[in-house]
């Protein structure tokens, strides 16, 4: 089945608008412009539809390629204005900062941190050898019910980690307040919108400062040859 049938524009414009949406804090009138600057035209709504529908696509076979995530989650959640209403955000990185899982949740209780943990094993498949969070009990019930094995940490600073990584999600967030973008105007398109994220995020995750100037760029050919993969 060919993922592009009936779309006007090529491919290779329709990918690019969405690899700039959810790799860079831009608006869908911002990559309007730069598709402009390059004498492509095209609308925003064009574009916010192409990011809604490949976004996801791209993301579900960036997931099913994915080489794996280490054995030490860090786990937070954060709330998240979404139509008016509260809702929390649950997140849990690795070691090396790769996005395990996103999920946004009504509350954040020990259902809900049932929840969150039962994705995490799905996304895993294996129990990680040891979990970071802070001191909320809902964790402590979840690690009890579903994880009794794991270490689980709780100590100060040491969840830094997950913290900084809501970071990202708060500057698109703050943007989205003015601009034309309505991922956080419903539950359903900021979750998919953060899936999202998260699958590009990862695959361009290459740790830059940790290593060589030439070792960055071989790493960046293999993430945009995976990427091609993905939207072929």
């Not at 139509?83 to 090396?96: E, I, P």
């Not at 294996?126 to 689980?152: C, M, N, Q, W």
């Amino acid at each position: 089945m060919n993922t592009y049938k009936r779309h006007r524009f090529p491919p290779d414009i329709i990918s690019y608008s969405v690899w700039l949406y959810h790799r860079f804090n831009l608006s869908h009138r911002d990559i309007e412009d730069l598709l402009a600057e390059r004498g492509i035209t095209v609308s925003r709504e064009a574009i916010r539809l192409w990011c809604i529908k490949f976004g996801a696509i791209y993301a579900r076979r960036l997931k099913r390629k994915h080489r794996g995530y280490g054995d030490t989650f860090y786990i937070d959640e954060v709330f998240v204005k979404i139509n008016g209403k509260q809702y929390y955000l649950w997140r849990a990185v690795d070691q090396d900062g790769e996005v395990v899982d996103v999920f946004l949740q009504a509350k954040r209780d020990g259902a809900a941190a049932k929840r969150f943990f039962k994705r995490l094993l799905r996304s895993h498949g294996e129990e990680p050898r040891k979990i970071v969070t802070d001191k909320l009990r809902s964790y402590g019930f979840a690690h009890r019910e579903l994880i009794p094995e794991t270490i689980h940490s709780t100590q100060q600073y040491e969840n830094n980690r997950a913290e900084q990584s809501h970071e990202t999600t708060r500057v698109r967030e703050r943007g989205m307040r003015w601009s034309d973008n309505s991922e956080f105007k419903s539950v359903r398109q900021a979750q998919r919108f953060l899936g999202a994220h998260a699958a590009v995020s990862n695959l361009f995750n290459l740790g830059r400062h940790l290593v060589s100037a030439q070792h960055y760029r071989d790493l960046r050919v293999s993430a945009f040859s995976e990427w091609d993969r993905a939207v072929a």
